[in-house]
């Protein structure tokens, strides 16, 4: 079982930026942020497959987010900029050995973090 540590979150004014920080205890295959929003589904936003670091994001955020990997460091960066209100959620960073097209899919991760809170205020 990997262990993950999110960190970085905050709150800003719309327009605004965060960076959310995904640390792992070891090396593990892809790592994706989700986010669940009060009295709303969790949602996938973003995955990193390794180590060739190719991704996929989720439509909303197209654009404005962007996911890195620091090999070295077992860590993913989420650089969120542009924050709208609807960007309010909890943050959530989660990790699986393995690839699936359906990287948006809470089943297919079995390793997850704890949360980091993300608040934009209007």
């Known amino acids: 079982q990997v262990q993950l540590v999110e960190s970085g979150g905050g709150s800003v004014q719309a327009g605004g930026s965060l960076r959310l920080s995904c640390a792992a205890s070891?090396?593990?295959?892809?790592i994706a942020w989700f986010r669940q929003a009060p009295g709303k589904e969790r949602e996938g936003v973003v995955v990193?497959?390794?180590?060739?670091?190719?991704?996929n994001y989720a439509d909303s955020v197209k654009g404005r987010f962007t996911i890195s990997r620091d090999r070295a460091k077992n860590t993913v960066y989420l650089q969120m900029n542009s924050l709208k209100p609807e960007d309010t959620a909890m943050y959530y960073c989660a990790a699986s050995n393995y690839y699936s097209s359906d990287w948006y899919l809470e089943s297919h991760y079995n390793n997850w973090g704890q949360g980091t809170q993300v608040t934009v205020s209007s």
């Open positions: 990193i497959y390794g180590p060739g670091g190719s991704t």
């Open positions: 070891a090396y593990i295959y892809s």
